[in-house]
């Protein structure tokens, strides 16, 4: 069974920092685009990072460029390192794959989703 599992959310002060960890289950992660994606309350599912399989070219939406960082390890495990975290950043954050990776970041590329964990940035 196809399973995606993120982990790592929770409330930090403005200024601070977050892991989100995607682990991934009957499958392997290394053959698939990884995207992490948000969505705050009304709105839509936006991109934020997202990973191609085979050279590891990464796309970042400009709002978090520079604050962001995507990276896959040798367990199955793919993480959005978040710095400098905004209160606009608050969302739900959703891991997913797809067999795909187009040099952008949307939601309708990717096949597999995950449940989502909720970064709350608040002072």
């Known amino acids: 069974q196809v399973q995606l599992v993120e982990s790592g959310g929770g409330l930090v002060q403005p200024g601070g920092s977050l892991r989100l960890s995607c682990a991934a289950s009957g499958f392997t992660l290394d053959y698939y685009a990884i995207g992490w994606f948000r969505q705050a309350p009304g709105k839509e599912r936006e991109g934020v990072s997202c990973i191609s399989r085979g050279d590891g070219s990464t796309y970042y939406a400009s709002s978090v460029k520079g604050r962001f960082a995507i990276s896959r390890d040798n367990a199955n495990t793919v993480y959005l390192q978040m710095n400098s975290l905004r209160p606009e950043d608050t969302a739900v954050y959703y891991c997913?794959?797809?067999?795909?990776?187009?040099?952008?970041?949307?939601?309708?590329?990717?096949?597999?989703w995950g449940q989502g964990t909720q970064v709350t940035v608040s002072s």
């Open positions: 997913a794959a797809g067999k795909y990776y187009s040099g952008s970041c949307y939601p309708y590329e990717y096949d597999y």
